[in-house]
């Protein structure tokens, strides 16, 4: 077996997950971590990835190679687990502090799986069978269901936001909810998941009145751009990057490459998660993207130096 990145989950609302609110639906807790997974190597041990690559004790991700390496009753488990199950990934959430820091102090530093990949199948296994298969092994987590719906509206799954902080949060709310209906194929014949994000409904988001009103006003030059980036860009989103860029270098943000990293990781990712909600609600305008990234560089400035 080899390092095989997981999918990306595409927002509620979107061309890509069109239909994934007819018939059976499952709702998890999304939670605040690093996408982090664990496989069977070709030599029968136990190898470890990020989302984009395979990591090592010597070439971490914050710390999670390591992490498990060392707890010896787990990598047991799990090894034990796997060569009885070569063709599966595991895949889950290594729980270290991005933006939210509202989770109970013994939630740090663990593995919570979400999902598990069969490689011979190229299909993820339901939540019911990989929860029984797993249930054995005594030291790993699972991110658990949180509720099983029927033709949701995207108005009830709204509503269950305000149940997300029931899970490892000591206060406040948890980061969403991510959509499984293990049925859904979308119209590209992909099985893919949503998600639903706490920051787009419920949390702070920054709105400068006098620059709404001098776009209303149509006083303010690039007014399009001005509105995309005051209503979709949130602080948490550029926060959990700024985390993420912190984790690869071990300390903050001040080279200037790792400035120019961060501020293309904040806007392609920001692009990739909304283009398709912004052309739709915004009745596909026109857009200057060249004013957008500067706005979006701007704000990602903004908002790390209240971070730092």
Known sequence: ?????????????????????????????????????????DDETLGFGSRNREITPNDDNAGFAKAMTEDKELYTELLFFLRAHPSYTIY?????????????????????????LDEDTGEYLPYREY???????KHLRLIPLMCELEN????????????????????????GIVIKNYSFVNKYGRRTWAKI?????????????????????????HATEHSIINKYLTD??????????????????RAPRHTFELLNRVFLEFWSDNWE?????????????????????????EVVATIK
């Open 131 to 137: 929860s029984r298969i797993l249930g054995d092994l």
């Open 236 to 253: 948490e989103h550029i926060a959990k990057e700024y985390s993420k860029i912190c984790e690869r270098y071990g300390r903050a943000v």
């Open 1 to 41: 077996m080899e390092f095989h990145k997981y999918q990306h989950i595409m927002k509620l609302g979107t061309d890509e997950v069109d239909g994934i609110l007819s018939g059976t639906v499952d709702l998890f807790y999304k939670i605040d971590g690093t996408n982090s997974q664990v496989f069977l190597k």
């Open 277 to 301: 909600i912004i052309l739709n609600k915004m009745h596909m305008p026109a857009i200057d993207f060249r004013a957008l990234k500067s706005l979006c560089d701007e704000r990602t400035k």
């Open 92 to 116: 889950g959430e290594w729980l270290v502090p991005h933006t939210l820091k509202s989770y109970t102090q013994d939630s740090w530093k663990k593995f919570y799986v979400f999902d598990v």
């Open 197 to 221: 994000l706490t920051e787009d409904f419920l949390g702070k988001k920054k709105s400068l009145r006098s620059t709404n009103k001098a776009i209303k006003d149509g006083a303010v030059e």
């Open 152 to 175: 949701p509206t995207p108005e009830q799954i709204q509503e269950k936001l305000q149940q997300t902080g029931a899970f490892l949060c000591a206060a406040g709310l948890g980061e």
